[in-house]
């Protein structure tokens, strides 16, 4: 089992930056971060692969302007967003995973509460 504990989630304006946390009760091979809003699919957003290296890999929505990163235990993960715009509003989740493709949902089993974070212009 990993739980893991989400934090960082919040309203900021258009333009400005905000840092998520992920904290995960064990390493695992991958951890993500992924966004649904209400009544669409829960989509990849970026994931960093202890199990690669420290490899990261981002949407292509994100490139750019958010940066993944883990601590030196690598049991916790930041997603820092910069240049926020309005479509970054959603629910940011956290997941614990193994491999197969970074933003496929089915690889990934373990998954936070989330956090909100909205971007108003």
């Known amino acids: 089992q990993v739980q893991l504990v989400e934090s960082g989630g919040g309203s900021v304006q258009v333009g400005g930056s905000l840092r998520l946390s992920c904290e995960a009760s064990?390493?695992?091979?991958?951890l993500g971060w992924f966004r649904q809003l209400p009544g669409k699919v829960r989509e990849g957003v970026a994931a960093?692969?202890?199990?690669?290296?420290?490899?990261?890999y981002y949407a292509d929505s994100v490139k750019g302007r958010f940066t993944i990163s883990q601590d030196n235990t690598e049991n916790t993960m930041y997603l820092q967003m910069n240049s926020l715009k309005s479509d970054d509003s959603a629910m940011y989740y956290c997941?614990?995973?193994?491999?197969?493709?970074?933003?496929?949902?089915?690889?990934?089993?373990?998954w936070g509460q989330g956090t909100q974070v909205i971007v108003a212009s």
């Open positions: 997941a614990a995973g193994g491999g197969g493709g970074w933003s496929d949902r089915a690889n990934y089993k373990y």
């Open positions: 064990r390493s695992t091979f991958s």
């Open positions: 960093i692969r202890r199990g690669e290296g420290g490899r990261t």
